[in-house]
Each structure stands twice: as C-alpha cells, then as structure tokens.
C-alpha cells in the first residue's frame, strides 16, 4: 500500500524573461554569480519584479511552500516506512522526482539553490542515485504515469474531515492525494478534471505544510502504523 503525494501547481519556475532585467533579479545574480536566467523565482528577494507581473501573479515566486512541505513529509514514519512517493508538478509544468531517501537542506536559500542546480543538471547528484529529478511533463502526465485513485485536497471540494479522506485513500493499493503548492487560489480545471474526488478538510484556508502534515498523519492511523500488532 503506497500513497503519492503529489504537490500540484507548486509556485516554482525560473525567472522568466520578461523579468530578468529587472534590478532586483540582477542585483540577486550579481551576488549569486549566476545567469539571471537560471535562477528561481522568490518572492524573497524578488517582490518588487514579481509586482511587475500584475497583481493577479503574486502568488508566484515562493519556493518555501513546496520546501516546507516536502521536509514534514520526507521526515514523516509514512515515508520512512517506505509508504510514501513524493512528486512536486510545477508552474511552469516541470515534474520534480523526490526520491524517499533525499534528505533536503533545512534552509529555504539552500533548498532554491539546489533547485537552480536541478534545473540545470536534471538530477542531483549528477552522479550515482538520483535523489532529485526533473523533466517536463503535466498534471496529467503525473497522474497516469502513478495510476492510482486521485483524491484533492481543495477549499471548493465536499467537506469532510482529514481522518474521512484518509479512510477513503487507505481502500486502495495506490492512492494519489493532490496538495496545491501555491499561497492561495484554487486548483486548475485541468488539475481538478484529474482527481475522482475533491474534498475540504477545513473550514478556512490551510498552508499547504499545514495540510500535508495532517493528511500523513491521518494516513498513518487509518493503516496504523506504528500501533501493536500493526499488520501493514
């Protein structure tokens, strides 16, 4: 029995190019030494260009929810148990492979860095295992490369509580649960036609860090995990 977690949307993408002369993205590589082309849009260091995109692109640029996300995960028993797959779909329409062995920097610059790194190199380490891949590809790419039952996490879903959905996911062998990586929003018709079900765990919004630690964890009690005379 093995569950994927699959961040969709996630607010990653390189610079790009109608951004990258922009003062605050130079001034950014000058202190990196890299081509502004190859850096990762942050909100960070990168507001006021991210401004220039028009308001309704705020929500781009923020690395950190995807990072967050993926260290409660990586760190989880789910995970260390060998439960749990973890995928990050981008923006910009990448696939990032986590492998359940990569043991991610704690910080945020050093995890946009390794970013950087990927994108450039495809895999990281370029040698040996790779504990990061990436290659381009879709939502729905993902979802049929996976095959199995998509349920999403989402604000305009049905409401049901996080202990419900996990019931629902624990009925099947391979189970695919959806998280936006993205501050706010909702998810694309095309990322939405992909799941089976949809369902809200909570009455207002949840960071997506927030939202992926409670789905493991419910996860994990409904197979119990780690209880006396477990048989998964």
């Not at 370029?126 to 199995?148: A, C, F, H, M, Y």
């Not at 391979?174 to 993205?182: E, R």
């Not at 998810?187 to 789905?215: C, M, N, P």
């Amino acid at each position: 029995m093995v569950l994927s977690l699959i961040l969709a949307e996630s607010s990653i993408e390189l610079v790009p190019n109608e951004l990258v002369h922009h003062p605050a993205i130079l001034k950014w590589a000058r202190k990196k030494r890299k081509d502004p082309h190859t850096l990762v849009l942050d909100q960070t260091y990168h507001h006021s260009a991210i401004l220039r995109l028009g308001p309704r692109e705020t929500a781009r640029g923020r690395p950190d929810i995807p990072h967050l996300s993926l260290l409660l995960a990586l760190g989880s028993p789910l995970n260390l148990s060998g439960g749990l797959k973890c995928y990050v779909h981008t923006r910009d329409n990448n696939i990032i492979k986590v492998d359940s062995r990569a043991r991610l920097p704690r910080n945020t610059d050093r995890f946009t860095s390794l970013l950087e790194q990927l994108y450039q190199e495809k895999i990281v380490p370029p040698t040996g295992p790779p504990l990061l891949s990436i290659k381009p590809g879709s939502i729905g790419n993902l979802v049929d490369e996976i095959s199995g039952q998509v349920i999403a996490l989402t604000t305009t879903g049905l409401p049901k509580s996080m202990d419900q959905v996990a019931s629902r996911l624990v009925k099947h062998r391979s189970s695919v649960l959806l998280v936006g990586g993205f501050p706010r929003g909702h998810f694309s018709k095309e990322t939405l036609s992909k799941a089976k079900e949809s369902y809200r765990i909570h009455g207002q919004h949840l960071d997506a860090w927030t939202v992926v630690a409670r789905a493991i964890y419910d996860y994990e009690r409904a197979i119990a995990l780690g209880e006396p005379h477990s048989r998964n």
